[in-house]
């Protein structure tokens, strides 16, 4: 079973559309963590929850806005998306906030703008 | 602001041999440093974990050191295999939180 699976995979559209990407974890992770990896293979945090409350909002534009219905689940919804959001989306999570726990990554998603 | 060096930046490399791939940190006040490996079109995934009073930690053929004082640490991969082609990445872990900062990744390749 995957532990981190984020749906859907590859995402292609239009300049200007509003998509959602989601992920979840059947790790019994208490947080949950967004990434983004542009083309030149750079990855930076987006965002985390812990307990579906948000700890970290790294100056991500409020196109950008996560949802975490429950500690199992955080989806990523973009509105208004630009040429500039093309990049691979990486959902991760960890069993506790602060704690020394490894984080582990689904797959990504391949966001494309056309 | 927290920087995170990784030398070399690709490496190729023949079968059997020992490795050591390097990171860099700017700020010693560090939490963790997480080492990964990211295979093509693949999520990442942890290898090993240094919190920041230790200074080494083992996995298998993997070892992953940690010098706090001078904002380095390094992977030591031995006997590498072609299994072990993958681009690797070092992540630092700020005080208190868990914000991982990424390095620019070492893309190695080993050939048999």
């Known amino acids: 079973d995957t532990a981190v699976s984020q749906t859907p995979k590859y995402l292609v559209t239009q300049m200007g559309n509003d998509k959602s990407i989601k992920c979840e974890q059947n790790l019994g992770h208490d947080t949950m963590y967004w990434y983004k990896q542009d083309s030149k293979k750079f990855l930076k945090i987006m965002f985390s929850y812990n307990n579906k409350e948000l700890i970290i909002n790294e100056t991500v534009p409020n196109r950008f806005s996560p949802k975490s219905p429950d500690k199992a689940h955080l989806n990523l919804h973009i509105n208004s998306l630009e040429l500039g959001d093309s990049a691979v989306y990486f959902c991760?999570?960890?069993?506790?906030?602060?704690?020394?726990?490894?984080?582990?990554f689904g797959d990504g998603t391949r966001l494309s703008i056309l | 602001k927290q920087e995170v060096t990784q030398i070399p930046a690709a490496l190729s490399v023949p079968e059997g041999e020992n490795l050591v791939l390097n990171c860099s940190f700017t700020?010693?006040?560090?939490?963790?440093l997480q080492w990964f490996r990211q295979d093509p079109g693949k999520g990442l995934t942890s290898l090993l974990l240094?919190?920041?009073?230790?200074r080494e930690q083992t996995s298998g053929r993997l070892n992953a050191s940690l010098d706090k004082s001078s904002g380095r640490s390094t992977l030591y991969i031995a006997a590498s295999q072609p299994g072990d082609s993958a681009t690797y990445l070092c992540?630092?872990?700020?005080?208190?939180?868990?914000?991982?900062?990424f390095g620019t990744g070492t893309r190695l390749q080993v050939f048999p």
């Open positions: 991760a999570s960890s069993q506790a906030y602060q704690g020394h726990q490894p984080q582990h």
């Open positions: 700020d010693s006040a560090i939490y963790n």
């Open positions: 992540a630092v872990s700020e005080g208190g939180t868990d914000k991982l900062i």
């Open positions: 240094i919190q920041s009073s230790q």
